[in-house]
């Protein structure tokens, strides 16, 4: 795209409408989110957590996708006709990742749902580069000390999502029932679930 009509412009006007809206009380983020959601009804967490859950039980799917995330979570039918690139990031005992747009909040909507209004906060943008641990903290996350946090930068081509680390305790239960463990600040990185 050209001129005005890129992804990050398109995405900063927007953010700027909701930040006016927001400051002149006409609506809360909170209540933004509730319209946005109803008319992205399609797009869930719940969609990303099958993801998470197919990895945790398939390891020739968990390969796939963190090879090729795109390729992977258009297997099992997301992301049909989306022109971004997927990129899954696995948490390990030693890696915890999270999830960041800096530029505006490019955010992969079709498997995360509409993106929190805290994603789309100028405060979260810059303060989780800078203090990733300090952020993860304030959202009740307390890493080891010795854990590397990794974070991402999403931008209108690439996005990017969390493949948290399977629950220990949890080798007797199924997709479903592993799907519901997992949660969207997961997928984004700020919770371990």
């Known amino acids: 795209m050209s001129g005005d009509h890129t992804d990050a412009t398109i995405a900063r006007r927007v953010r700027r409408l909701e930040t006016l809206l927001e400051d002149k009380g006409v609506l809360s ?3 933004l989110d509730e319209i946005i959601d109803a008319s992205l009804s399609g797009a869930s967490p719940a969609s990303g957590a099958r993801v998470v859950a197919r990895a945790w039980t398939d390891p020739a799917f968990k390969a796939r996708l963190l090879a090729d995330g795109t390729a992977a979570v258009r297997e099992l039918g997301y992301m049909e006709g ?3 690139r997927l990129r899954v990031v696995e948490n390990t005992e030693s890696v915890h990742n999270v999830i960041v747009c800096t530029l ?3 955010y992969p909507i079709r498997l995360l749902g509409p993106s929190p209004s805290w994603y789309k906060s100028e405060a979260y943008r810059s303060r989780v580069v800078r203090e990733p ?4 903290a304030e959202f009740g996350l307390e890493l080891p000390a010795g854990t590397e946090i990794t974070v ?3 931008s209108a081509e690439s996005r990017y999502m969390v493949l948290p680390r399977r ?5 007797g239960l199924g997709e479903e029932q592993l799907a519901r463990l997992v949660t969207r600040n997961a997928l984004i990185g700020t919770a371990a679930v």
């Open 29 to 31: 983020g909170a209540r």
């Open 152 to 154: 991402w930068d999403s």
């Open 133 to 136: 641990r300090a952020v993860l």
């Open 82 to 84: 989306a022109y971004q």
């Open 104 to 106: 505006c909040s490019c």
């Open 167 to 171: 629950p220990e305790g949890t080798e």
